[in-house]
């Protein structure tokens, strides 16, 4: 397979047609000054008759930005194209831009498939504990103030290279992959998944650049911000910053080498924070992940400097990281030959020198979304809510727990529309336990219903029935205490069936119906799980939502923000295995 790799930015395209599974390189090229000259659909339609002779079958984009949506590579539909352009004021510099390149190129190749590799979506999985900033959280919700990582494609192809030097799997390996280039970003990828990552919502967090901070005291930019103001702090922080600017030289580690040999102290100094920022995060990766099995350091730094990856990587005989220096010195890497192992024969954590190549990477990514089933993966992926126990009541449970006439007051709003959860709570009361402080969702209902887990039931000492929400007849006993009374209910406690809340439209879209039984999996977690059994509920006041409880989240180690994909239909909704999506 020829896959044509488009990297589109605001002025240039850059291009390579690539075997991907064998990396070989057909073509490769930029085309320069779009905008000025001619546009992106001239330069790419002219391209389409120099590359003829090379049979392309699939087309890769790089995208920046992918938000919180893209957790892997896609296939370009109108869709997907809406979600990137809704990625736009994350990365108001780059996603424009892929998107021109995008649109470039569909027209140049409408048979094609083309595909979208996003440098986010490696990091997508991070847990929450990792990618929080610990600000208001409403905010940073309505804002998507959140840490997504960069520069995925690299760290996940120079850390596969290094397990397979190791001859493993990157699932038995915790590697710490450094990319040292212009920009540069470290990522802890603990046994394949990346767990914690340098840069943020911006490529700006982090390690110290070629012009660009890193990590500062959020303080030093509000100050700057009132000296200077937004944008000339923005400039300074993204232009003049990093190496270039405690140099006072340019961006160029070369050069400030050669002026620190000949004593220039920012130089220097430039040298020393660059290493040390550096080595800190090896150390706090280590940590992050209890251990450390590999190191591997790329980019234009990180492949070429000797000098420098002796600075970053002196020092940590603590963690069994111990280098060779003649073979540090001899280090030499090339897309042919593009690993180089500088470890000591003693070193129990092995560092490697590894040439990126993050073409090769997006090539083979291209390749697996366009020749794999794509049916089930393309769908709409499902956002999964987690019910912790709850209880509805109806108009006689209230009057008897919280006084005559007494009215549910309001604490938030639920995902669908005119549910809300009340500040009032329950005791539940079973013959083996008590569960207090229950929260009660509103409005009320024509029948009470008490909805918890497996785990919830051996506590109470209760065996409750798997019920759908409103099938109440017959379900298990339960003791409610409020504050103005207890009531003993012969029926209402059960455990909830999980279920999908979605629209006619969204029904359509996934070939399903009321009633259905469907599969969704869910994955990326090192718990992946598909939920059978979970029934479909259409209605056009619903919102798309998967609905599971607190066992079957920590079953399949879900948290806020997870999704699943609709994998398989059971048409019927009896049983009976009628249609069977996945290949
Ligand atoms: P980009 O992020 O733009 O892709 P690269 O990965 O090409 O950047 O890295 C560019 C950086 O690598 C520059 O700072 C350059 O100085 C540095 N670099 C390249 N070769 C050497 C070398 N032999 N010694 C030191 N630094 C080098």
């Known amino acids: 397979m020829r896959v044509l790799v488009i990297n589109c930015g605001s002025s240039s395209i850059k291009y390579q047609v690539i075997d991907p599974a064998s990396g070989e390189r057909f073509a490769a090229g930029t085309l320069e000054r779009l905008g000025e000259e001619r546009s992106h659909e001239e330069a790419l339609g002219a391209l389409v008759g120099e590359l003829s002779e090379h049979a392309i079958e699939a087309v890769g984009h790089r995208v920046v930005h992918g938000g919180a949506r893209f ?15 809704a990625c736009v004021p994350l990365a108001p510099l780059h ?9 470039a190129a569909q027209a140049a190749y409408p048979d094609l498939p083309h595909i979208a590799v996003f440098d986010t979506a490696m990091h997508a999985r991070l847990p929450r504990r990792a990618r929080t900033y610990a600000i208001d959280q409403e905010l940073a919700t309505a804002h998507s103030i959140r840490r997504f990582g960069f520069h995925g494609s690299s760290h996940g192809f120079v850390a596969q290279k290094a397990a397979e030097t190791l001859g493993t799997s990157l699932r038995e390996l915790r590697v710490i992959t450094l990319h040292l280039g212009n920009g540069a970003s470290a990522c802890a990828l603990e046994f394949g998944t990346s767990v914690e990552t340098s840069m943020g919502m911006t490529p700006l967090e982090g390690l110290v650049m070629g012009t660009r901070s890193g990590d500062l005291d959020a303080g030093v930019v509000l100050r700057l911000a009132r000296e200077l103001g937004i944008d000339e702090t923005e400039h300074l922080l993204n232009k003049k910053s990093g190496l270039a600017g405690i140099s006072g030289l340019g961006n160029d580690l070369r050069e400030i080498q050669r002026a620190a040999a000949e004593g220039h102290d920012g ?18 990766y280590a940590a992050v992940m209890g251990g450390l099995d590999a190191i591997v350091l790329t980019g234009g730094i990180g492949e070429n400097s000797a000098p420098m990856r002796r600075r970053i990587l002196q020092r940590l005989e603590f963690l069994g990281v111990r280098i060779d220096e003649d073979k540090n010195q001899d280090a030499s890497v090339s897309d042919d030959d593009p690993v180089f192992d500088i470890s000591s024969s003693t070193a129990r954590v092995k560092t490697f020198v590894v040439a990126t190549n993050e073409e090769l990477q997006i090539a083979k990514e291209t390749a697996k979304v366009a020749g794999g089933d794509t049916e089930v993966s393309q769908k709409k992926p499902i956002p999964i809510a987690i019910s912790a126990r709850h209880v509805h009541l109806d108009r006689a449970a209230m009057d008897a727990l919280f006084g005559e006439g007494s009215e549910l007051t309001h604490y938030k709003d639920l995902s669908q529309p005119g549910q809300f959860a009340s500040n009032e709570r329950v005791n539940l009361i079973g013959p083996r336990g008590k569960i207090e402080r229950v929260r009660i969702l509103g409005p009320l209902r024509p029948a009470c219903q008490i909805e918890v887990s497996r785990t919830d039931e051996f506590r109470l000492g209760v065996d409750a029935p798997i019920r759908r929400s409103g099938k109440v007849r017959g379900s298990a006993p339960i003791t ?3 504050p103005n009374g207890t009531i003993h209910l012969e029926e209402g406690l059960i455990c909830a069936w999980r279920h999908i809340h979605m629209t006619t439209k969204d029904a359509e879209d996934y070939g399903v119906k009321d009633g259905d039984m469907v599969e969704v999996s869910v994955s990326g977690r090192g718990r992946d799980l598909t939920f059978g059994d979970v029934l479909v509920r259409v209605k056009d006041s619903y919102r798309l939502e998967m609905h599971i409880d607190t066992d079957e989240a920590n079953a399949a180690e879900l948290s806020r923000g997870a999704t699943g994909a609709l994998t398989y239909t059971d048409v019927e909704g009896d049983g009976a295995v009628i249609q069977q999506r996945r290949a």
């Open 267 to 284: 130089a220097r100094l430039a040298i020393n924070v660059f290493a040390h920022r550096a080595r800190k995060y090896i150390g706090a």
């Open 71 to 85: 957790v892997d590579a896609v296939r370009i539909d109108g869709e997907v194209l809406a979600a990137i352009e």
């Open 95 to 103: 996603n424009p831009a892929n998107l021109a390149g995008i649109r």
């Open 480 to 482: 409610l205490e409020g």
